[in-house]
């Protein structure tokens, strides 16, 4: 059976003008592969309405699930929790559970409980909360998309409280091998073995690092045996 | 007048398992920030016909210029060239200029210009090459996407090559202030001050490091005197 479907959406103008670089996208993409999700697309939008909305509506309808960083903070640049109950249509509020999180946080940290950040209670109706043990201020799961920080340690804590509640597929298993001789050289048998492994994907990553040019080949699949099988094969032809 | 608007097309199966992170976005954005392109929007595709076609078509279509990364290299796993080929609905094959430009390398290193090799040749009709001075094997230009290497050394020069044949706009100004206090306290004014400069693009940044909570404020636009005048304002909001 396939494996369940992802994508990920970073919502932020500092990714698009390279002030930040992001993190996210590379953490999800491991702790997805590792449980057997095919993350299959990413996209980054800036902080626009019209431009989170559509992305929303159109990766939510393509994936099993989606995942999205960035925008839910309590300033004024922070649309992704409005933005995502309009892309399902659905009202939005101040709810009662996320209040009294923040309530009880900034009682803790004698911080006042104001409006900017109240903000982060206005969860969807309709969507569950999701745990957030860094900073307290909750994301939210509405349908198959998952709205999280962008701020990589809420992040990807946030993820590890979402993942239990996933169900995975089969863990894409890798393997690779360094071949210190060009792509162009290699690229003939690789083709053939691709062929002869069509349940595998096999790719081919070139580099250069001190003068040597070369390639790592990564055999990924999810039956162990095929992918020692191609492997084996691998090996012997660059011997 | 609005600036022109760009989108990136990352192409990798290798991204989207996490195996690679990828840095050409990031090189890309401050480029384009650099010149005055705005790079608006960015997704990652894996090594999918269907996909890569359907994106390229998207994206050609919404913006002024698209820069891919990826899948133009001489192994099987290799398929962006003809991808693009069949989204313009354009006959691609080895082109003239581009086999002799691969002739002279191949003869210059003493290796063997093979089958696999030859394939970095294959152009889609009416395209013009993108020089490639680090590895040869060129990039190409059809109507408004630029085809580029994943390699970063490779795809770097290669957007070196593509931006002095582009109309280039009002590179955005960005000025930067870092507060020690929560978003939650700044956010009320910061909302006001962005209201105040409806013109400018104010973002704010949350940062945790040794325990110290703040924020960065990014204050971005196209009008020097603007992003002065909102900075002097913030300095004095949170002197």
Request: proline share 5%.
């Amino acid at each position: 059976m396939a494996n369940p479907t992802a994508a990920m959406l970073v919502i932020g103008d500092e990714i698009l003008s390279g002030r930040t670089r992001d993190s996210n996208m590379n953490y999800l993409a491991k702790e997805l592969t590792r449980v057997g999700i095919d993350l299959c697309e990413a996209r980054v939008v800036s902080d626009d309405r019209k431009a989170i909305i559509k992305a929303v509506k159109a990766l939510s309808a393509a994936y099993d699930s989606v995942f999205t960083s960035g925008g839910i903070g309590p300033t004024h640049d922070d649309i992704t929790a409005e933005c995502i109950a309009e892309a399902f249509d659905t009202p939005i509020g101040i709810r009662d559970d996320a209040r009294a999180l923040l309530e009880a946080h900034y009682a803790r940290t004698g911080a006042e409980l104001n409006d900017a950040r109240l903000r982060m209670a206005r969860i969807p109706d309709g969507a569950t909360l999701i745990d957030n043990p860094v900073s307290t201020a909750p994301g939210f799961t509405i349908q198959n998309v998952h709205v999280m920080a962008g701020v990589p340690a809420v992040f990807e804590a946030m993820v590890s409280s979402v993942l239990p509640t996933l169900t995975g597929g089969q863990p894409l298993l890798s393997q690779t091998l360094r071949i210190e001789r060009g792509e162009g050289e290699i690229a003939g048998p690789l083709a053939q073995l691709a062929a002869d492994f069509a349940d595998l994907s096999i790719g081919s990553y070139p580099f250069q690092s001190n003068g040597i040019y070369g390639a790592h080949i990564v055999i990924r699949g999810h039956d162990g045996a095929q992918v020692d099988a191609a492997m084996t094969r691998l090996s012997e032809m660059f011997a």
